[in-house]
């Protein structure tokens, strides 16, 4: 899965329009997103970021009233080409949201479903330790697989959902403030996680939270609140230089805590 | 109790405490009206009908001797009518609330429907019952061999009536499901119907059993469309097979207590404890069930 050639563009969005009815949230982004790289999407609160994150493996098709303009390239096709099938794309791209979401099945039951609706043949039990492996679970609850998801943390259930995304084994990882709602201790596991996973996986993640984009990203785009309420992207560059000596005072503006 | 005070507030304790106590003793009275009504209908049920009370009475048929009537025909009946209105309702139901609440699309149609399948709820059973004689009776059946007043006429005239309230029930349990659950289920790369049939619909299925029950336990005690249908009291066989005819509790009951002799209102009373049994037991599993599901999703 690493990729030999150092840069290698996975996914990229070119003039990418969204729609909810005539209201035009997210307008004219272009981005190239790096293989096996950390991306932040950083921005105010109505910025568009999460709309322009649920784009990119088509979840936005299941809000109605939700249009999508301009294209999403993934592995060299159009993701909103015409014959292509929304389910097989989340499965390469995966998705991890705000509040930890596991079903109400048991721990084992949560990642093994994963595999089982894409048609999965090996060796299930082989696969759940692998994916509960990678998002650092396994120790935590290899004694318990039987018991409900909801017996677990809130950290812990946000793990398990990270691991459910990852059996699947997907490209990408959309990841929509992953931790915005655990405490800080669960919140730093978290971040390590993310920072082991770019191994396997590229990550795209969008955090309210500065520090975390700081702490964990390799590259970060900064998205604003334009005219009529459109979403735009101000910029996007490597996270160091993002945070030390961007090239807009808009951004600039805002890694400095000048408004919010 | 002295006010010694020059300003204008003035407590008035006393009426005040007055008021209070009037206004309790008003609330509780209210809520003995119905307790005291349930409580003098069991007492006088179960005085007059636990003499009559006994296993010939259940497993035997009825007779024009008091001595020797049972109910054994009218039992078999409702087990009967319930199992198979149960065996068309249930997948029709479901299979309608999943459409409703997890496919359609919001437009003025959907509305339609359902604002259709509320009002079908309220509708009276008579009607439901004068439908399914003209609709499967007379109109379908073409003879005794073929529906005609058969338990599968029956249950299919049931069907109609309760048809609404598991639709009504099965969307709330549907509906209930976090959207979450959905929204995660399909970032996996499941389709629709994995989804729902992976995810929503196992934690709906609680509630959905719920509301079947209780709407199966309101089709026990009715007694109109089903006299519209079977109009038997006298029946000295139980059915065999769906397209035998029938008789049911509330029909029978409703037979005895309208003889003029005095054993038989003593027989109808009997019957209404078999039936009140019946039905709150069914209650008590819907109760189960529901507390039961809801303490592991608690967990």
């Known amino acids: ?260 | 109790m002295s006010s010694n005070s020059h300003n204008s507030i003035n407590p008035n304790r006393r009426s005040r405490v007055i008021i209070g106590n009037i206004v309790y003793v008003l609330f509780l009275l209210s809520v003995l009206v119905g307790i005291v009504g349930l409580i003098v209908l069991i007492i006088d049920v179960l005085t007059g009908g636990l003499p009559w009370m006994s296993w010939h009475f259940i497993f035997d048929y009825p007779s024009r001797k008091p001595a020797e009537a049972g109910l054994f025909s009218a039992l078999m009946g409702t087990v009967w009518l319930m199992f198979m209105t149960a065996l068309i309702t249930v997948p029709i139901g479901v299979c309608a609330a999943i459409y409703l609440e997890e496919y359609a699309p919001r437009n003025l149609f959907t509305r339609i429907i359902e604002i259709n399948v509320a009002n079908l709820a309220g509708v009276p059973s008579i009607v439901y019952g004068l439908l399914g004689l003209s609709l499967f009776v007379y109109y379908i059946g073409t003879s005794d061999e073929f529906l005609g007043r058969s338990v599968l006429a029956g249950a299919m005239t049931l069907s109609l009536l309760v048809l609404p309230i598991v639709i009504l029930a099965s969307r709330e349990a549907i509906r209930a499901v976090p959207n979450s659950y959905r929204e995660g289920a399909y970032a996996m790369g499941a389709d629709q119907w994995q989804v729902i049939k992976g995810v929503v619909l196992p934690s709906a299925i609680p509630g959905i059993l719920t509301g079947t029950i209780l709407a199966m336990s309101r089709a026990i005690g009715e007694a109109a469309p089903v006299i519209a249908i079977s109009a038997l009291v006298y029946l000295t066989f139980i059915p065999s097979h769906p397209m035998d005819r029938f008789t049911v509790l509330p029909i029978q009951i409703y037979n005895w207590v309208s003889r003029p002799q005095d054993e038989f209102r003593g027989l109808a009373a009997a019957g209404i404890i078999v039936m009140l049994v019946l039905l709150l037991s069914m209650n008590a599993i819907a109760v189960f069930l529901r507390n039961k599901y809801q303490k592991r999703s608690e967990e």
Not at chain 1, 43 to 51: A, I, V, Y
Not at chain 1, 144 to 167: D, E, H, K, P, V
Not at chain 1, 191 to 219: C, F, G
């Open chain 1, 1 to 260: 899965m690493t990729s030999e050639i150092g840069q290698q563009v996975i996914l990229s969005a070119q003039k990418l329009n969204v729609y909810y009815g005539e209201f035009n949230a997210v307008k004219d982004v272009d981005i190239d997103i790096n293989q096996n790289s950390i991306t932040a999407l950083i921005g105010p609160s109505g910025c568009g970021k999460s709309t322009f994150l649920r784009c990119l493996n088509r979840m936005n098709d299941l809000i109605v009233g939700a249009s999508v303009q301009g294209k999403v390239m993934f592995e060299g096709v159009d993701l909103y080409g015409g014959e292509i099938d929304a389910t097989e794309i989340r499965s390469r791209i995966g998705m991890v949201f705000q509040k930890p979401n596991p079903f109400p099945k048991s721990i084992y039951q949560n990642i093994a479903w994963g595999l089982k609706v894409n048609g999965f043949k090996g060796n299930y039990d082989e696969a759940v330790e692998r994916a509960l492996n990678q998002a650092a679970l396994w120790d935590e609850v290899k004694d318990r697989l039987n018991n409900s998801a909801f017996t677990l943390s809130g950290g812990q259930q946000q793990r398990l959902c990270i691991a459910r995304a990852l059996a699947v084994e997907p490209a990408v990882l959309l990841m929509d403030e992953p931790a915005s709602a655990l405490d800080p201790i669960a919140t730093l596991a978290i971040e390590e996680l993310i920072k082991q996973l770019k191994d396997h996986v590229t990550i795209v993640i969008v955090t309210h939270n500065m520090q975390q984009a700081a702490r964990v990203s390799d590259e970060t785009a900064f998205f604003m609140v334009g005219e009529n309420r459109s979403g735009y992207l101000v910029e996007h560059d490597d996270t160091q230089k993002i945070f030390s000596n961007p090239s807009n005072t808009r951004t600039e503006e805002y890694i400095t805590g000048r408004f919010s």
